[in-house]
């Protein structure tokens, strides 16, 4: 698992805001979906919240091609159909508010800590807690076309 989620986050150049952000995405799929990750399908959902993720997150997100010219073996279509019932499971709460990052953030922190591990994540900055929450707000239509 270490070693698809590295390769995919060294070839498509995320960041570590986006691994956060990513965890929590599984932690909520894992939750509201009922889902336990196996052997048959951790690969498809570790790839969909990092899909997820970096859309939402990083300043210039990968396409679905994109992670197809890195994982070989899947196509657009099937990328496609994974984000949008990744999405569905979700049930379309993408918002991840600063403070549900700062208890990631902190929870990963104090879990390399006790472990001897460098942690290397920097703390949120203020901008980038307000960034996060702006691009994570939930959709809602405009039900007479007002701004």
Request: aromatic share 12%.
């Amino acid at each position: 698992i270490y070693r698809f989620v590295r390769t995919l986050f060294s070839a498509a150049q995320l960041t570590a805001e986006c691994a956060i952000v990513t965890l929590v995405y599984l932690e909520r799929l894992l939750t509201y979906a009922e889902i336990d990750i196996c052997p048959t399908n951790w690969k498809r959902i570790v790839l969909g919240a990092i899909l997820l993720a970096s859309k939402v997150w990083d300043d210039q997100a990968v396409w679905n091609v994109d992670y197809c010219q890195i994982l070989k073996d899947i196509t657009v279509e099937d990328m496609n159909e994974m984000e949008r019932h990744f999405l569905e499971l979700l049930q379309f709460n993408i918002n991840v508010p600063a403070s549900v990052y700062a208890k990631y953030y902190f929870d990963l922190r104090s879990l390399a800590d006790d472990n001897n591990l460098n942690f290397l994540f920097a703390p949120l900055s203020k901008e980038r807690a307000q960034n996060l929450e702006l691009v994570t707000l939930p959709f809602a239509p405009f039900s007479n076309g007002e701004k």
